[in-house]
């Protein structure tokens, strides 16, 4: 098993570029969610899944777009990369409503 | 959700139980407690969760006060690794699990 599986782990971006940030999971979860930390601060939702098909925004979602077509993925895709977007990404996802959620190891990304 | 109040900074010396404190009396009767730690810039891990009794699993104990305005967690004997940013998140779950991190408690362990 696998878990929350995240690609690249570190990525450099120069402004105004585009780039999708993939994640999968082999646990056959309902529930994904994607999260930015800034340095020194918690985690804030990007936006998350409930199933296959349906996504939904969280507290910061100005920048970035999500799809669902699989239970396993759930890709974040950054257009027009701007600075404040450097950050470290981490996607998780979980089986019930209520239970745990795993996460990934993260995505570092860096706009300059 | 609820919002919730952790001190940003506590110290515990290795061997010793650690208490790591939080204020949330805005939580509403149907939602969670829930716990997770974060060790140096690794993704968050779920330690433990509960609603209303307290609970314990093999990495720590919940202690829910009764008038569920605030809850302990409590490290039975902390070691080095525990050494770790610890998050309290008060949520409904429900249809979308969704959690809001706070800033959370950096625990450190001291040899």
């Known amino acids: 098993n696998a878990g929350v599986t995240q690609t690249p782990k570190f990525r450099i971006l120069k402004i105004g570029q585009s780039m999708t940030l993939q994640c999968t999971q082999d646990m056959n979860h309902n529930y994904m969610y994607w999260y930015r930390q800034d340095p020194g601060m918690g985690l804030k939702l990007i936006y998350y899944?409930?199933?296959?098909?349906?996504?939904d925004k969280g507290e910061v979602p100005n920048g970035y777009n999500v799809s669902r077509s699989t239970t396993e993925d759930f890709p974040l895709r950054l257009e027009l990369a701007a600075p404040s977007q450097t950050s470290v990404y981490f996607c998780?996802?979980?089986?019930?409503?209520?239970?745990?959620?795993?996460f990934g190891e993260g995505s570092r990304l860096t706009v300059l | 959700d609820a919002k919730t109040t952790q001190p940003t900074s506590m110290d515990c010396a290795e061997g010793r139980a650690a208490n790591l404190p939080c204020n949330h009396s805005?939580?509403?009767?149907?939602?969670?407690v829930y716990w997770y730690r974060q060790i140096h810039s690794q993704g968050p891990q779920y330690i433990i969760h509960?609603?209303?009794n307290n609970e314990t699993n093999e990495m720590a104990s919940l202690i829910i006060t009764e008038d569920r305005k605030s809850s302990t967690l409590i490290l039975p004997h902390a070691t080095l690794r525990d050494t770790a940013v610890y998050y309290c998140i008060v949520s409904l779950g429900g249809a979308t699990n969704k959690l809001i991190f706070g800033t959370g408690t950096l625990l450190a362990v001291q040899p």
């Open positions: 998780a996802s979980s089986q019930t409503s209520t239970g745990e959620l795993f």
């Open positions: 805005t939580i509403s009767g149907n939602e969670y």
């Open positions: 509960g609603l209303k």
């Open positions: 899944s409930v199933g296959a098909g349906i996504t």
